[in-house]
């Protein structure tokens, strides 16, 4: 089915990365269209399994990351901790909101995970499933153990810790997906403006 000869192999596609190597990119919004400023990413889940390809066109899994904090780091941000005691419905609502990219907001997100939680008596239910979407975007390690403990047991811990994550990596939070966005291009749109002209070519 491919080429086992490289030769061959630029003949038929040329100087483009085979069709099967595509990666997945996530990480910081820079509009609200399909464009990211983000390094590239592997994601296994949306990836066609390639170990059966010969070693030039195989693609490597990158390998997983730590947290930026720790689970009991709750310290480090006392206002997140103590929202996240009182109502974690909020902190749930910004996290799912900013790993959905905007395509769920923050009040129906905590709403629904209230809803959860008054029916079923285990929000964690609801919310273990963020964590795992989110550490499939950034690949995290699953730890100190699986998610769905993590969650069951130390609920405002796993919110707090998701929190400072995407924190860390350039979130605010509070304002939302789409307030990120605009942040984000009002920042780019300010570096542009006061970046230095380029020498002009000397003219004959």
């Known amino acids: 089915m491919y080429p086992q000869n490289p030769n061959a192999y630029e003949k038929h596609y040329g100087a483009q990365p085979p069709p099967y190597a595509q990666h ?14 983000a390094s590239t990413t592997t994601d296994s889940d949306s990836l066609f399994q390639t170990s059966s390809l010969p070693p030039p066109y195989r693609v490597q ?7 930026s ?6 310290t480090s941000d006392v206002r997140n901790c103590c929202i996240t005691c009182w109502c974690p419905c909020i902190t749930f609502g910004q996290i799912a909101e900013i790993v ?9 997100s905590g709403a629904l995970y209230t809803l959860v939680a008054c029916v079923t008596g285990c929000a964690c239910l609801y919310s273990c499933f963020y964590r795992s979407k989110m550490r499939q975007q950034y690949l995290l390690k699953e730890q100190p153990c699986c998610d769905c403990l993590i969650h069951c047991c130390c609920e405002s811990c796993a919110l707090c810790q998701e929190y400072r994550e995407l924190q860390n990596r350039g979130f605010d939070l509070r304002i939302g997906w789409h307030g990120n966005v605009e942040q984000r291009n009002r920042e780019l749109a300010m570096t542009a403006a006061t970046a230095p002209p380029t020498e002009q070519g000397m003219s004959r």
Not at 61 to 67: N, S
Not at 69 to 74: E, N, Q, R, S
């Open 24 to 37: 997945a990119t996530t990480g910081f919004p820079v509009s609200s269209g399909s464009s990211y400023v």
């Open 61 to 67: 899994p990158k390998p997983r990351v730590d947290w």
């Open 69 to 74: 904090t720790g689970l009991c780091d709750c």
């Open 100 to 108: 959905d990219k905007g395509s769920t907001s923050c009040g129906a």
